[in-house]
């Protein structure tokens, strides 16, 4: 997985590279010197990792990068129904902000995953989104004055 | 000299100069907890409270909070793999593990002991470094600042992989981090660059959506997909003995956490450095502190050391910010720039004045952060068992509250929609990273050192042309950024002989 994961995402920075390096030598040699000066090298890098993956033989691993691993004790089909879960409640959330805005969103987003995803009682599910949601109130509204986008349907309302 | 040092502390322990420190540090405390409102966004909206202080107790309720919202950030990023503050990352790549692995308690307790450590050698630094200051901050010019940059980007090097390819890979994200530092308005002719249309990219990435995407969207995804507790079905950690452990930890590595707050404190005297710096190059150095290849592996995967260095400079890194600010008004980092506000409002002018007239004052604010970051520590210890119980509840019960810090952290960067996208664009770059064994934190230094390198790098051409390059301190720099590039491969050379790549 990870040594197709890192022709993938080879294959992503070498579009990326590509691009900016089309992009910035077109431009000014004030703004475009750096973001080619990074592109360039970055294009070269790219294309060694892309022929070490492809001819060269497999990776010794010594020393590895200092970064955090997921967790292997799921079995894979049941954690890619998870990560597409836990995406798709992600995307969701920002949805309904732009839909209702955040102070609308806050409550409903916590009620609605508690009770249909982790599925708690009603009691705690009803507590913790009313604990949840005048903490948020509160803190952000009342405290720190944030200004919250209003969302696209209160607006079209009039509310 | 030593009359003003005492006449300092005095200020400070006024009955109400000393309240308004402990209201300054309950707000400082809350807000260190929230992903995205920085101590920099706090004293911008506290300045207001300040007109009818004087500047001893300004100064107190001021820095009080700024001091104690960079402790406290680290709680967030242990707990939860959220940075509290969104240049406190560097203290997810191993205290979110250690929570992981069941230590919560311990790397809270070495988080809060470093971070107090650290302190305490950012407040004398500030107290010793005012007479001498001048000089220092003299002899670096744009070409010295370019090549301390440099020296972060060659970090790099110890946060990749030692083969072949993972140094590629490193340098390789290191490199994208750069370009992702150029979306935005170029600051020299003030060009636009891929900005694709919007105007929310005029002014550029904004750190705290990316990084609280790249960092806190993985491991929540993490959590969802394992369907336990932050700390799994480990059994619970002796949550007192934990905690004392991390204490002790801060001492069994003494020498790294004073070696990690002398970087904080010299980025912070370095003008427009910036916080997220010297936690990355305290972390790389943390890192570049392994025996072998064998000790280095443990870094990213729960290391104490990991996150002893960042959080003991993430605290001095305080005190030398506050000493250009002082001697020349020249604010060290974005916070900085704003308590500069504070000083035109209390009628100071920073400079000879505050080193000569107003010394007391000056020795009150080196008081402050040494009393607050005590009192905070002393504060947190008592609750610190609590928190790490949270590592025990059920994921799906911390996830939608999790979320919700996390997205309103992010909204908090720029009061946008966009920023929200922004969030979650990095946070599905961050776990296709992680997933692939790509690094982040190489990322994450190229973004933070893009601008500044960018800045540097041109003003430092349009000034000498390439005569800078023949400057001495720069030419020591170089042999300094070389070091530092083959550091990591020299300690690891009997691995590499020993059938490396």
């Given at each position: 997985m990870k040594s197709k994961g890192h022709l993938y995402f080879s294959a992503f920075l070498l579009v990326i590279s590509g691009y900016v390096i089309f992009t910035a030598s077109r431009w000014s040699f004030k703004t475009g010197f750096f973001p080619l000066a990074a592109a360039i090298p970055l294009l070269v890098l790219v294309l060694i990792h892309l022929y070490l993956e492809l001819f060269a033989p497999a990776e010794v691993s010594k020393g590895p990068a200092v970064e955090a691993e997921f967790s292997d004790e799921v079995a894979p089909d049941i954690a890619r129904r998870r990560v597409i879960t836990i995406f798709s409640w992600i995307a969701a959330f920002i949805l309904f902000v732009y839909l209702i805005g955040f102070p609308l969103t806050v409550p409903l987003f916590i009620f609605c995953y508690l009770k249909f995803?982790?599925?708690?009682t009603w009691l705690s599910t009803i507590t913790l989104t009313a604990i949840s949601w005048g903490f948020f109130y509160t803190l952000f509204q009342r405290l720190v004055y944030i200004q919250f986008e209003a969302g696209v349907i209160p607006t079209w309302l009039g509310l | 000299m030593f009359d003003a040092f005492i006449d300092g502390l005095f200020l400070v322990l006024q009955w109400k100069a000393f309240a308004l420190m402990l209201v300054g540090m309950g707000l400082g405390f809350c807000v260190g907890l929230l992903p995205g409102i920085g101590g920099a966004a706090t004293l911008a909206l506290m300045i207001p409270f300040v007109f009818k202080m004087n500047p001893a107790e300004a100064f107190a309720f001021l820095l009080g909070m700024h001091s104690v919202a960079a402790t406290t950030g680290d709680i967030t990023s242990i707990l939860f793999g959220v940075p509290g503050e969104g240049l406190s990352a560097a203290t997810v790549v191993d205290g979110y593990p250690m929570a992981k692995n069941g230590e919560a308690g311990r790397a809270l307790g070495a988080a809060l002991m470093s971070s107090l450590v650290g302190a305490l050698i950012g407040a004398l630094a500030l107290a010793l470094a005012i007479p001498i200051v001048r000089p220092l901050v003299l002899t670096f010019g744009s070409p010295e600042l370019f090549m301390l940059s440099m020296i972060g980007i060659a970090c790099i090097t110890s946060l990749s992989g030692l083969s072949v390819r993972g140094q590629i890979r490193g340098f390789a994200m290191g490199l994208l981090g750069l370009l992702l530092s150029t979306i935005g308005q170029e600051r020299q002719s003030g060009s636009l660059r891929f900005d694709m249309g919007l105007m929310y990219l005029w002014e550029g990435l904004d750190l705290v959506p990316v990084l609280v995407g790249i960092f806190a969207i993985p491991e929540l995804v993490d959590l969802a997909v394992r369907?336990?507790?932050?700390?799994?079905?480990?059994?619970?950690?002796?949550l007192s003995r934990g905690v004392m452990e991390g204490i002790k930890d801060t001492f069994r590595h003494f020498w790294l956490v004073f070696r990690c707050s002398a970087v904080g404190v010299f980025v912070g005297i370095m003008p427009g450095a910036g916080g997220g710096v010297a936690q990355w190059m305290a972390y790389a150095h943390a890192v570049q502190s392994a025996k072998d290849s064998k000790d280095r592996e443990r870094f990213g995967k729960g290391d104490v050391r990991g996150v002893l260095g960042p959080g003991a400079a993430n605290n001095s890194k305080e005190g030398g910010d506050l000493v250009p600010t002082i001697?020349?008004?020249?604010?060290?980092s974005g916070a900085m720039a704003i308590l500069l506000g504070g000083f035109m409002i209390m009628g100071l002018v920073p400079g000879p004045d505050m080193l000569s007239k107003h010394l007391a004052v000056t020795y009150s604010m080196v008081w402050t952060l040494v009393i607050a970051n005590i009192i905070t520590v002393v504060l947190s210890l008592a609750v610190l068992n609590q928190l790490a119980k949270v590592t025990y509840i059920r994921g799906g019960l911390i996830i939608p509250f999790v979320l919700l810090l996390v997205f309103v952290g992010s909204y908090t960067a720029n009061g946008h929609l966009a920023d929200l996208i922004v969030t979650f664009c990095f946070g599905v770059l961050g776990y296709l990273m992680v997933l692939w064994g790509w690094p982040r934190p190489p990322l994450v230094l190229g973004l933070v050192l893009g601008k500044l390198v960018e800045t540097y790098l041109f003003i430092s051409v349009s000034r000498y042309g390439f005569a800078w390059l023949a400057h001495p301190l720069v030419l020591f720099l170089i042999a300094l950024m070389a070091v530092v590039i083959v550091y990591p491969f020299v300690r690891e050379k009997p691995a590499w002989a020993g059938g490396g790549e």
């Open positions: 995803q982790s599925d708690v | 369907g336990t507790s932050i700390a799994g079905d480990r059994p619970a950690e002796n001697a020349f008004g020249v604010p060290g």
